[in-house]
C-alpha cells in the first residue's frame, strides 16, 4: 500500500490523488476539489465557521452584538500560501525539482496540507486547518483555533464546507433531534436518518439544525452541477470522529443567509447544502429571552484554543 | 333600562341584567340524552350572522338593532370568530404597550386628579370600533313559551345586547360566559339578536394580555330554554379527609325555575356504572343533599384521574323527567402543609407544566374542539402534567378535558394590566389598575367570583391565580379574600405581590416568580421560606431555546418545598396567511400587518409552532418531564 498517493505540484493548485479519492488544493483559498467517483463535493473551499444566526436568545441578552467581530471573521478570514508536507517531509512551495523546471508529479504514503487563517479580528488571532490524506484516500482534517486574550465568547466554532448541490438527506450516528451542549434531549446515541436539510421554522430564522455528539455522518446527493453527467442515482459520502465525537448541521443556507432573512419565506430557494462539522457549540440559553445569558460552561471562550478533527472517509 | 356609552368610561359598570355566574354543568330533557350529549334544551347560534363594522361608537348607525332597520350596508361575519382576522379590522400584536400607545393620551379612570375623570375615554374615543351584529332565529311554541336563556361564551371586550329591538343587557370580562333571559323579549317566529361588540372600555386597562389584540364575539352563542324546574347552579365538593381513606360528598343545587311539587334525585356512580349513592329530595330553590361518605373511594390524580358521574335528575309533580344533569366527580385533597410542602391526597405534588394561550394559527383564540383535542394529545404524548391558563379563563369544554385526562390546572382570573406599572424606569404603581382604587374593586372581585362560580366542579383545577402581572393592590387583596372564602379547599396564586412584599401575607398562597434563575430558586428555599415556591413562567421558549432545563429539574430533588414551574408557553402565536409574493402559506407575526406598536416575534415563544407541529424543544420537554411523571 505505501506510496500509494499521487501527488502534483502545479503552478497554482497541489493535486492528492488516492484510491479513487482527488482532492485539488489551491494555493490562495484550500481544498478547492474534492471528488470520490468522479463528483464534486464541494463548491468552495472549506473555511472556518466562527457564527451563527442570531437566535432570540442572543438578540434579547445582546451576545450577538458583543460577539459581532466573529461575524466578520465568519465572513472575510483569509488563508496564506499552505505548507505542504509529504511522507512527513516538509516540501518546499513552489517546488523544485533537482532538474530545476518548477511542479511536478511524486509518489507517496501520505501527504499533507495545512492553511493557516487569520482573522479580522481585533487582535487578530490564526486557525489552522491541515488536510492529511492517507493511502486508503482517507482525508483527516485537522482544526485548530488559537485563544487569544481580549477576544469574545464565539458563537461556534467549526469547518463549513458548502456542497455545489443539495443534499437529499443525511444520516448519523449521535443524539436524536435538534441538540445543543444544554439541551441534549433523550441523551442516547443512535442513527438517526433525515430526509432532506430542514431548516427549523423558527418564526424568525436563526441558528438551527445542531446535533451533538456525532460519530458519523453520512450526506447523500443525487445531482451535480456537472452538465456531462446525466447520472442521478443518490452518492454519499462519510465524515466520522477522528477520537472525539463532533457535532455538525447539514443545512440549505450559510448563517449569514438566516440571520438575514426576518420570515422563512425570505430565504432563497435551496440550492446548496451546508455541511458545518463543529468543534465547539455554544447552548441555546433558556432561562428568559431577554438577557439571561448562557451558562458558562456552554459558551464557548474566545481565550482557549480549540482543537478538532474528523475524517473525510474513503 | 336605556344604554349608554358612558358605561365604557366607568370601571363600575361591568355587568347590566346579566344573570348571576353559575357551575358550567350541561343540561338535558333526558337520561338517554345525556348519555348520548346531546341536549335538546340547548341550541347553538354559530354561523354567520349579518355584521357592520363602525370606526368608533358615533360611527354607529342609530337604531341599528331595531327589527326594521336598514341592513343594506351590512356584510357576513362568521360567528364565532374574531373581526380582525374577518378581514373588518387591522390585525395588532403588542405586548406590554397598550394598543393606542403615542397616539391617543389615556388614563385609566379614577386614577387622575378630580377635575380629569378620563370622560368619554373610549364611549367617545376615534379609536374605539364596534361590530354591530345582527342575528335571526325562530322558536317553535314549546320554546316561545319556556323560558329562554342566551350565553355567550366570549366577547371581546365590552357588549350590548337587544333583542327585537328592546335592550337586554350589558357585559363585560371578554373570557368568560355572559348569561342573559331573553324570555321578556322573544315570541314564537322569528326573532332577532343585535349586539354592539367594542374594542375598548376600562377593561382594556386589565385585559392588556401579550398577545394578539382582537375583537368581537369569538367563542359560541347558544340558547337554552329552561324546563319547568331547571338546576341553574350546581355545587359538587368531593373531598378526601386527612385519614387519606374517607371521602366526603357534599352537593347542593340552586333550582330556577322550580315548580313546586318536583323533586330531585342525585345518584353517585362508579367509573363501571355501580350506583353508590341515591337520594332523592323535594325540589326547593336552594336544595341540599345530607353529606355523604365513601370509605376507600378512588381518588382523582394525573396517574390515575378517576371520575364517579353524579347525576341530577328532576321529576315534576306528574312523575315526569324534566331535566337530566350529569357531572363528573373527583375525589382529591390538594392542601399546603405546615412543611411548606404542597401534597396531592397526600403525596407531594410536582407540577411538570405549561403555560397555555388557546391558540390557532388560522382562527386566532376561536379555537375548535379539533385544537383543543390535538393541545390535549401534544400535552398527554409529552408528560406534562399541569396546564395554567394564562391569562385568562379558557373554553369549557378544556375543563372537563383536563378532569377526564388528570392535567392539574392553575385556573387564571380574567386581568393582566402590565401597561399600567411596568414603564423603561422600572416598576411603578403609580396608576396601576385594578390597584387600590376603590372605584375598580367590584369589576376585579366579580371576575374571582364569575370564574369561580363557572368552574367550581373541576376536579382537575388545583389553584385559582388572581391574574397575571398586574402588581399588588388593596383590590388583589380583595380578590384573594373572595378565594378563600368561596372556597377553603383549592390554594390561591399570585406572582405580581413578589413586586410589593408588603402585600405578601394578604396574597397568594405561593413564593411565585417568572424566570427566576435556578440560583435564585435554591436561595429562596434555603432561607426558611414562608411559602411553597411555585414557577408560574419559566423556560422561555421563544426561538431555539429551552437550554438548561435540567437546573430547574434538579430542583425536585434537592427542595421538598419546589412545586415545579410552567414552561412559557405552549405555542406561537402567529398567524397563517398566504405569501403574496411566493404564493406560500407563511406564519406572519406582529409588525406584519402594518400594526404599531407592536413586539413583533415576541409572541413566538411555544413549544410547538404555530401550527401545532413540535419544536425541537419539546423533545427536552418530553424526556425531563417524563423522568418524573408519576
Known amino acids: ?314 | 333600562m336605556k344604554p349608554s356609552l358612558t358605561w365604557l368610561d366607568d370601571p363600575q359598570t361591568f355587568r347590566v341584567n346579566e344573570l348571576p355566574a353559575h357551575s358550567d354543568h350541561s343540561c338535558y330533557a333526558s337520561a338517554q340524552e345525556a348519555g348520548g350529549d346531546r341536549s335538546s334544551l340547548v341550541r347553538v347560534l354559530n354561523g354567520q350572522w349579518r355584521f357592520l363594522y363602525a370606526d368608533n361608537p358615533q360611527d354607529i348607525p342609530e337604531g341599528f338593532y331595531l327589527p326594521d332597520a336598514s341592513e343594506k350596508r351590512f356584510g357576513l361575519i362568521e360567528v364565532p370568530g374574531h373581526i380582525e382576522l374577518s378581514g373588518y379590522a387591522q390585525v395588532q400584536y403588542t405586548n406590554t404597550a397598550y394598543p393606542w400607545e403615542g397616539s391617543v393620551f389615556r388614563r385609566p379612570a379614577y386614577t387622575t386628579p378630580p377635575d380629569d375623570p378620563q370622560a368619554g375615554s373610549f364611549g367617545e374615543a376615534e379609536d374605539n370600533p364596534a361590530g354591530l351584529y345582527r342575528h335571526s332565529f325562530t322558536l317553535d311554541s314549546t320554546w316561545a313559551s319556556r323560558p329562554l336563556h342566551i350565553r355567550f361564551e366570549g366577547v371581546e371586550r365590552a357588549f350590548y345586547l337587544w333583542c327585537n329591538g328592546q335592550f337586554v343587557g350589558y357585559a363585560e370580562d371578554s373570557f368568560t360566559p355572559s348569561v342573559f333571559d331573553l324570555s321578556p323579549y322573544v315570541h314564537e317566529g322569528e326573532n332577532l339578536i343585535a349586539v354592539a361588540v367594542f374594542r375598548h372600555c376600562t377593561a382594556s386597562w386589565i385585559e392588556d394580555q401579550d398577545f394578539f389584540r382582537f375583537f368581537g364575539i369569538f367563542r359560541p352563542v347558544s340558547l337554552l330554554s329552561l324546563p319547568e324546574t331547571h338546576v341553574d347552579d350546581l355545587d359538587v365538593k368531593p373531598t378526601l379527609k386527612d385519614d387519606d381513606h374517607t371521602g366526603v360528598l357534599n352537593v347542593s343545587a340552586r333550582l330556577s325555575p322550580l315548580q313546586s311539587g318536583s323533586k330531585v334525585t342525585m345518584e353517585l356512580a362508579d367509573r363501571e356504572g355501580n350506583v353508590l349513592i341515591q337520594k332523592t329530595v323535594e325540589a326547593r330553590e336552594q336544595t341540599n343533599y345530607p353529606t355523604y361518605t365513601l370509605k376507600d373511594p378512588n381518588l382523582w390524580s394525573h396517574s390515575d384521574p378517576y371520575l364517579y358521574r353524579l347525576t341530577l335528575t328532576v321529576v315534576n309533580a306528574k312523575g315526569e323527567t324534566v331535566e337530566v344533569v350529569p357531572q363528573a366527580v373527583g375525589f382529591r385533597r390538594i392542601e399546603i402543609g405546615a412543611d411548606k410542602v404542597v401534597r396531592l391526597n397526600g403525596e407531594r405534588l410536582r407540577i411538570l407544566g405549561v403555560n397555555r394561550h388557546e391558540w390557532s394559527a388560522t382562527r386566532g383564540r376561536a379555537i375548535t374542539q379539533a385544537d383543543m383535542d390535538a393541545d390535549m394529545a401534544t400535552i398527554r404524548t409529552n408528560h406534562i402534567n399541569a396546564v395554567r391558563t394564562c391569562h385568562y379563563p379558557d373554553r369549557l369544554p378544556w375543563y372537563r378535558m383536563c378532569d377526564e385526562a388528570g392535567i392539574y390546572v392553575m385556573a387564571e382570573t380574567n386581568m393582566e394590566s402590565h401597561g399600567t406599572w411596568q414603564k423603561l424606569g422600572g416598576d411603578d404603581g403609580s396608576y396601576n389598575v385594578p390597584g387600590s382604587f376603590p372605584q375598580w374593586r367590584q369589576m376585579v372581585v366579580d371576575r374571582a367570583r364569575t370564574q369561580y362560580e363557572t368552574l367550581k366542579n373541576h376536579p382537575s383545577i388545583l389553584f385559582w391565580s388572581l391574574g397575571n402581572e398586574s402588581y399588588a393592590g388593596e383590590n388583589i387583596v380583595a380578590m384573594n379574600e373572595y378565594y378563600k372564602k368561596a372556597d377553603p379547599t383549592r390554594p390561591v396564586h399570585y406572582e405580581g405581590v413578589v413586586h410589593v412584599r408588603r402585600y405578601e401575607d394578604r396574597i397568594s398562597d405561593f413564593e411565585s416568580r417568572m424566570y427566576a434563575w435556578p440560583a435564585d430558586v435554591a436561595k429562596y428555599l434555603e432561607n426558611n421560606p414562608k411559602k411553597p415556591f411555585v414557577l408560574c413562567e419559566y423556560m422561555h421558549s421563544m426561538g431555539n431555546s429551552v437550554g438548561g432545563l435540567r437546573d430547574y429539574m434538579d430542583l425536585f430533588d434537592r427542595y421538598p418545598q419546589y412545586v415545579g414551574g410552567f414552561v412559557w408557553d405552549f405555542k406561537d402565536q402567529a398567524l397563517q396567511v398566504t405569501d403574496t409574493i411566493t404564493g406560500r402559506k407563511v406564519m406572519r407575526y406582529g409588525g406584519d400587518f402594518d400594526d404599531r406598536p407592536t413586539q413583533c416575534q415576541f409572541s413566538g415563544d411555544g413549544l410547538l409552532f404555530a401550527d401545532g407541529t413540535e419544536k425541537p424543544a419539546m423533545l427536552e420537554v418530553n424526556e425531563e418531564y417524563g423522568r418524573y411523571e408519576r
Not at chain 1, 425570505?266 to 448562557?294: C, F, H, K
Request: with cysteine.
Open chain 1, 1 to 314: 500500500m505505501s506510496d500509494n498517493i499521487r501527488v502534483v505540484i502545479d503552478e497554482e493548485m497541489i493535486g492528492l490523488h488516492a484510491s479513487g479519492r482527488d482532492y485539488l488544493f489551491d494555493y490562495r483559498s484550500g481544498l478547492v476539489s474534492l471528488k470520490a467517483g468522479d463528483r464534486e463535493w464541494l463548491y468552495s473551499a472549506p473555511q472556518p465557521a466562527f457564527w451563527r444566526a442570531t437566535t432570540d436568545n442572543d438578540r434579547g441578552n445582546g451576545f450577538s452584538r458583543a460577539s459581532a467581530q466573529w461575524a466578520g471573521a465568519d465572513l472575510f478570514s483569509a488563508a496564506g500560501l499552505p505548507s505542504l508536507s509529504v511522507d512527513g517531509k516538509p516540501v518546499a512551495i513552489p517546488y523544485t525539482p533537482a532538474d530545476g523546471s518548477t511542479g511536478g508529479q511524486l509518489y507517496a504514503s501520505q501527504a499533507s496540507l495545512r492553511y493557516t487563517f487569520t482573522t479580522p479580528t481585533v487582535p487578530a488571532t490564526k486557525v489552522d486547518v491541515c488536510y492529511t490524506l492517507d493511502a486508503s484516500g482517507s482525508l483527516t482534517v485537522s482544526v485548530r483555533y488559537h485563544g487569544k486574550p481580549k477576544l469574545p465568547e464565539l458563537p461556534a466554532f467549526g469547518l463549513r464546507m458548502v456542497m455545489p448541490t443539495p443534499a437529499t438527506g443525511f444520516t448519523y450516528f449521535g443524539l436524536p433531534g435538534e441538540t445543543y451542549p444544554d439541551r441534549l434531549g433523550s441523551g442516547k446515541k443512535r442513527v438517526v436518518e433525515v430526509e432532506g436539510m430542514p431548516v427549523t421554522p423558527y418564526l424568525v430564522p436563526q441558528e438551527c439544525g445542531m446535533h451533538m455528539d456525532i460519530d458519523w455522518v453520512r450526506v447523500t446527493r443525487e445531482t451535480t452541477l456537472n452538465n456531462a453527467d446525466a447520472a442521478i442515482a443518490p452518492f454519499s459520502l462519510t465524515f466520522a470522529s477522528n477520537g472525539r465525537p463532533f457535532a455538525f448541521s447539514c443545512l440549505p443556507y450559510t448563517p449569514m443567509e438566516l440571520e438575514n432573512a426576518t420570515h422563512q419565506e425570505e430565504l432563497p430557494p435551496a440550492r446548496r447544502a451546508v455541511l458545518t462539522i463543529y468543534g465547539a457549540v455554544r447552548g441555546v440559553g433558556g432561562i428568559d429571552s431577554w438577557g439571561a445569558p448562557v451558562g458558562e460552561q456552554y459558551s464557548i471562550s474566545g481565550k482557549k484554543d480549540i482543537d478538532f478533527s474528523f475524517v473525510v472517509r474513503p
